[in-house]
């Protein structure tokens, strides 16, 4: 597709998504948002701007390919319940240290491993969907 | 305790996850191998830890017992943890020199781990909606590992499977529909707490009856066990092999757990069931080996026929036939798997695994003769090895409670079994190679060295295959030479299961 | 509303074993679907139905007696997502049996007829 307004709209647009995920993934454990709907909304905007540019120049806009931040996802799951046994607790348990940041957009940051565990399905949900995309247009080009 | 129950499925979690991001297939090996010695040490931790402390459970998140996830470990599946991770070291070394490259490329590996994951976490958990989840989690990575490769009779077997899957996965969620309504809990320990005073109502017998039918098609039990013929001999061995030792044996763990927690109160109906189902289940299985020609289909309609014998313990439902049937999965899933991985070092000396088109393999691999005999024998049952064990303690039970229909047909489809033994036996490794006889002109035979079976200079086994093998024969012949802790361990196990109170203890009212 | 609620579920259910039972994969693969949000619709029929009423705490923190039950909700997000993505991974298998074999009857696809590597399929 070669469309002059979608391209101008892409390269606004796209950033802010990415913003707004994850302005979605630090509010989201006690208000509507999270770690999926995050990694959703940055994965659609990569596929915004996938549509503008070509698939093929949207994923090398990424640091990693997909697969490797599905890895990276599942790794920050997963250890995101270690400090808990640590601690003597069920792995998992959700601790909070005594800390606030300010962030300007989503108030102040309280965090805890909980935010690592969202962190993590962020990065899957990411990884994932990202993944799908590759997939598929490499089946397109090559059939 | 909290770190032991979480660690089988910690490991293969993180190991999938570093497999992914390792590009090296050297490495990959070597990291493949490892966390699956790493998991067999955590379930053996684990069952250690069992047998000394009891029954032990950790709320997940610390959210307490009914609302939250709980894992919990009894004796029977800490052992069958153990067992799976064993099976899944011992088959992970087998596969190094199994599995192609390109099945590598493609993540076999990490799958491999997440099944590993899935199984572990079926048998540890104690929450009826998250046994959904691993079960799905086990049958997506099943699922794609089945399809790896797509030739074409791969994704035809695949599609059965995954459809018959995917429906008793969805008659699992009716189910879970139908007990949550009834009794406002998917917690198993509480379900089973307030299921227990009162006969079962119309919902609640529908759910049990569902619930028979959805772990039933994942066991491979009578009318519903198409998928798994048409499917285990497509997949390269190793895959084949896990799958053997693994899958239906969750869904027959699933069976004794709900039918020994859950639904215990109308016995003499819902366990009749399951009696008739076994007994139909050994038959139809064995009869159907009775008419396959290649090896891996025939031990896979073996696999349908031995998982009768082990719901006809769960259907007896006294002590003893349960301990009879936790002896009879561990010895079944070390001799089956043995079984799936000669197959393949058969097909990888011969080039196919037809018997019609193999033989004289006793002569050039006396060796794997003499491997395939011990856990061929001991799945028919021949005294001194494991097999004549369970089913001797089973049959037992069986003349003890005079059910004599059953005892006959367990009897005879013990000799059915041997019989297909003996087939697989004479005409792979006894009688003369076909080309000799002249029966198969050379270019019938995929073989790619067409003068090999004339000439012994045979393509010989990886020390991998044999390292595998061995393991499992030494494995087989010390459960024959020493039954008896196994023994003792089975009936620990059958004795949680039969006084339920003490798991609902453990779970409702553990102090974390 | 339980009662129309129910039928519909009957009639879902009804709907979905008949395409299960049909020879093209196709439509077996869309009573799958179809008996999924069966499943789906029965688990938050079987909860009971709260109408109007969301599941969320007030503003205090407090809750009021006539609230909806959220773990029904829950579960049928994840059955919903698991569906998603088993469904997802059987398209794209039948896309590839359709390319590979040419047909979609169930009765052609045995997959005995190729196992002997030599023999042309049919």
């Given at each position: 597709?070669?469309?002059?307004?979608?391209?101008?709209?892409?390269?606004?647009?796209?950033?802010?998504?990415?913003?707004?995920?994850?302005?979605l993934?630090l509010?989201?454990?006690?208000?509507?948002?999270?770690?999926?709907?995050?990694?959703?909304v940055?994965?659609?905007?990569?596929?915004?701007?996938?549509?503008?540019?070509?698939?093929?120049r949207?994923?090398?806009?990424?640091?990693?390919?997909?697969?490797?931040?599905?890895?990276?996802?599942?790794?920050?799951?997963?250890?995101?319940?270690?400090?808990?046994?640590?601690?003597?607790?069920?792995?998992?348990?959700?601790?909070?240290?005594?800390?606030?940041?300010?962030?300007?957009l989503?108030?102040?940051?309280?965090?805890?491993?909980?935010?690592?565990?969202?962190?993590?399905?962020?990065?899957?949900?990411f990884?994932?969907?990202?993944?799908?995309?590759?997939?598929?247009?490499?089946?397109?080009?090559?059939? | 305790?909290?770190?032991?129950?979480?660690?089988?499925?910690?490991?293969?979690?993180?190991?999938?996850?570093?497999?992914?991001?390792?590009?090296?297939?050297k490495?990959?090996?070597?990291?493949?191998?490892?966390?699956?010695?790493?998991h067999f040490?955590?379930?053996?931790l684990?069952?250690?830890?069992?047998?000394?402390?009891?029954?032990?459970?950790?709320?997940?998140?610390?959210?307490?017992a009914?609302f939250?996830?709980?894992f919990?470990?009894?004796?029977?599946s800490?052992?069958?943890?153990?067992?799976?991770?064993?099976?899944?070291?011992?088959v992970?070394?087998?596969?190094?020199?199994?599995?192609?490259?390109?099945?590598?490329?493609?993540?076999?590996?990490?799958?491999?781990?997440?099944?590993?994951m899935?199984v572990s976490?079926?048998?540890?958990?104690?929450?009826?909606?998250?046994?959904?989840?691993?079960?799905e989690?086990m049958?997506?990575s099943?699922?794609?590992?089945?399809?790896?490769?797509?030739?074409?009779?791969?994704?035809?077997?695949?599609?059965?499977y995954?459809v018959?899957?995917?429906?008793?996965?969805?008659?699992?969620l009716?189910?879970?529909?139908?007990?949550?309504?009834?009794?406002?809990?998917l917690?198993?320990?509480?379900a089973?707490?307030?299921?227990?005073?009162?006969?079962?109502?119309?919902?609640?017998?529908?759910?049990?009856?569902?619930?028979?039918?959805?772990?039933?098609?994942?066991?491979?039990?009578?009318?519903?066990?198409?998928?798994?013929?048409?499917?285990?001999?497509?997949?390269?061995?190793?895959?084949?092999?896990?799958?053997?030792?693994?899958?239906?044996?969750?869904?027959?763990?699933?069976?004794?757990?709900?039918?020994?927690?859950?639904?215990?109160i109308?016995?003499?109906?819902?366990?009749?069931?399951?009696?008739g189902?076994s007994l139909?289940?050994?038959?139809?299985?064995?009869?159907?080996?009775?008419?396959?020609?290649?090896?891996?289909?025939?031990?896979?309609?073996?696999?349908?026929?031995q998982?009768?014998?082990?719901?006809?313990?769960?259907?007896?439902?006294?002590?003893?036939?349960?301990?009879?049937?936790?002896?009879?999965?561990i010895?079944h899933?070390?001799?089956?798997?043995?079984?799936?991985?000669?197959?393949g070092?058969?097909?990888?000396?011969?080039?196919?695994?037809?018997?019609?088109?193999?033989?004289g393999?006793?002569?050039?691999?006396?060796?794997?003769?003499?491997?395939?005999?011990?856990?061929?024998?001991?799945?028919?049952?021949?005294?001194?090895?494991?097999?004549?064990?369970a089913k001797?303690?089973l049959?037992?039970e069986?003349?003890?409670?005079?059910?004599?229909?059953?005892?006959?047909?367990?009897?005879?489809?013990?000799?059915?079994?041997?019989?297909s033994?003996?087939?697989?036996?004479a005409?792979?490794?006894?009688k003369?190679?076909?080309?000799?006889?002249?029966?198969?002109?050379?270019?019938?035979?995929?073989?790619?060295?067409?003068?090999?079976?004339?000439?012994?200079?045979?393509?010989?086994?990886?020390?991998?295959?044999?390292?595998?093998?061995?393991?499992?024969?030494?494995?087989?012949?010390?459960?024959?030479?020493?039954?008896?802790?196994l023994f003792?361990?089975?009936?620990?196990?059958?004795?949680?299961?039969?006084?339920?109170?003490?798991?609902?203890?453990?779970?409702?009212?553990?102090?974390? | 509303?339980?009662?129309?609620?129910a039928?519909t579920?009957?009639?879902?259910?009804?709907f979905?074993?008949?395409?299960?039972?049909?020879?093209?994969?196709?439509?077996?693969?869309?009573?799958?679907?179809?008996?999924?949000?069966?499943?789906n619709l029965?688990?938050?029929?079987?909860?009971?139905?709260?109408?109007?009423?969301?599941?969320?705490?007030?503003?205090?923190?407090?809750?009021?007696?006539p609230?909806?039950?959220?773990?029904?909700?829950a579960?049928?997000?994840?059955a919903?997502?698991?569906g998603?993505?088993?469904?997802?991974?059987?398209?794209?298998?039948?896309?590839?049996?359709?390319?590979?074999?040419?047909?979609?009857?169930l009765?052609?696809l045995?997959?005995?007829?190729?196992?002997?590597?030599?023999?042309?399929?049919?």
């Amino acid at each position: 597709m070669n469309s002059l307004l979608l391209q101008v709209c892409a390269r606004i647009t796209s950033p802010l998504q990415i913003i707004l995920s994850l302005i979605l993934l630090l509010r989201g454990h006690n208000e509507p948002g999270g770690g999926f709907i995050g990694g959703l909304v940055a994965a659609a905007g990569i596929i915004l701007y996938g549509f503008a540019f070509g698939f093929h120049r949207a994923l090398c806009l990424l640091p990693l390919p997909p697969i490797s931040f599905i890895a990276i996802g599942l790794l920050l799951a997963a250890f995101s319940g270690i400090p808990a046994l640590l601690a003597g607790q069920p792995y998992l348990t959700g601790l909070w240290p005594n800390l606030s940041i300010p962030t300007f957009l989503a108030g102040n940051l309280k965090p805890g491993t909980p935010l690592f565990f969202d962190l993590g399905v962020y990065f899957s949900v990411f990884g994932t969907v990202l993944l799908m995309l590759e997939t598929s247009t490499k089946n397109e080009n090559s059939p | 305790m909290n770190l032991l129950l979480v660690l089988p499925i910690f490991l293969p979690l993180v190991s999938a996850a570093i497999l992914l991001l390792i590009p090296s297939a050297k490495l990959q090996r070597w990291i493949h191998i490892a966390a699956c010695l790493a998991h067999f040490a955590a379930s053996a931790l684990l069952l250690c830890e069992v047998l000394r402390k009891g029954i032990t459970a950790s709320q997940l998140g610390n959210w307490p017992a009914p609302f939250g996830i709980t894992f919990v470990a009894d004796t029977f599946s800490a052992m069958m943890v153990l067992i799976t991770g064993l099976m899944g070291f011992l088959v992970a070394i087998y596969s190094l020199d199994d599995v192609s490259s390109e099945h590598q490329k493609r993540g076999f590996y990490s799958l491999y781990q997440v099944l590993l994951m899935g199984v572990s976490g079926a048998f540890l958990t104690g929450d009826l909606f998250n046994l959904f989840v691993w079960f799905e989690v086990m049958l997506m990575s099943s699922f794609v590992l089945l399809a790896l490769g797509c030739s074409r009779h791969q994704l035809s077997g695949g599609v059965k499977y995954l459809v018959l899957n995917f429906l008793s996965s969805s008659l699992f969620l009716t189910a879970l529909g139908l007990i949550y309504s009834v009794t406002g809990t998917l917690n198993m320990a509480d379900a089973a707490n307030i299921l227990k005073s009162s006969p079962l109502g119309i919902s609640s017998m529908s759910a049990a009856m569902l619930l028979m039918v959805s772990f039933g098609i994942k066991a491979g039990l009578f009318p519903l066990f198409a998928w798994l013929p048409a499917s285990y001999h497509t997949p390269p061995v190793s895959v084949s092999a896990i799958f053997a030792a693994l899958l239906t044996k969750v869904g027959v763990y699933a069976l004794v757990r709900v039918f020994t927690l859950i639904f215990t109160i109308q016995v003499d109906f819902t366990h009749d069931i399951l009696i008739g189902i076994s007994l139909i289940t050994m038959l139809t299985g064995v009869l159907g080996a009775a008419a396959q020609y290649e090896t891996r289909k025939i031990l896979s309609f073996h696999i349908i026929s031995q998982i009768g014998y082990m719901t006809l313990g769960l259907g007896f439902f006294t002590e003893a036939a349960l301990a009879a049937t936790v002896f009879y999965i561990i010895h079944h899933i070390v001799v089956k798997t043995n079984l799936f991985l000669i197959a393949g070092a058969i097909s990888k000396l011969k080039g196919t695994a037809e018997l019609k088109k193999i033989g004289g393999l006793y002569a050039e691999s006396p060796w794997l003769a003499l491997l395939f005999l011990i856990p061929a024998m001991s799945l028919g049952g021949i005294p001194p090895l494991s097999g004549f064990f369970a089913k001797f303690a089973l049959v037992k039970e069986g003349v003890s409670l005079h059910a004599w229909l059953s005892v006959f047909v367990a009897l005879a489809v013990g000799i059915l079994t041997l019989y297909s033994m003996t087939k697989i036996w004479a005409e792979a490794f006894w009688k003369a190679s076909p080309n000799e006889n002249g029966d198969f002109g050379l270019g019938d035979a995929p073989d790619p060295t067409p003068t090999s079976s004339t000439t012994p200079s045979l393509p010989s086994l990886p020390a991998s295959f044999w390292a595998a093998i061995t393991a499992m024969a030494a494995v087989t012949l010390a459960i024959s030479s020493w039954p008896q802790w196994l023994f003792d361990l089975s009936e620990r196990a059958a004795a949680e299961l039969s006084t339920p109170s003490h798991y609902i203890q453990a779970v409702l009212h553990s102090k974390q | 509303m339980e009662n129309l609620l129910a039928i519909t579920i009957g009639a879902i259910y009804a709907f979905s074993f008949y395409l299960l039972l049909r020879r093209s994969l196709v439509k077996v693969i869309l009573g799958v679907l179809l008996f999924g949000q069966g499943v789906n619709l029965l688990i938050f029929t079987a909860a009971g139905l709260t109408p109007d009423r969301g599941a969320f705490l007030k503003e205090d923190g407090s809750l009021q007696p006539p609230y909806a039950d959220p773990l029904p909700q829950a579960l049928i997000l994840t059955a919903i997502v698991i569906g998603f993505g088993v469904l997802a991974f059987t398209l794209a298998m039948m896309h590839r049996l359709h390319r590979e074999t040419g047909t979609d009857d169930l009765d052609e696809l045995r997959s005995d007829e190729f196992d002997d590597p030599d023999k042309p399929a049919p």
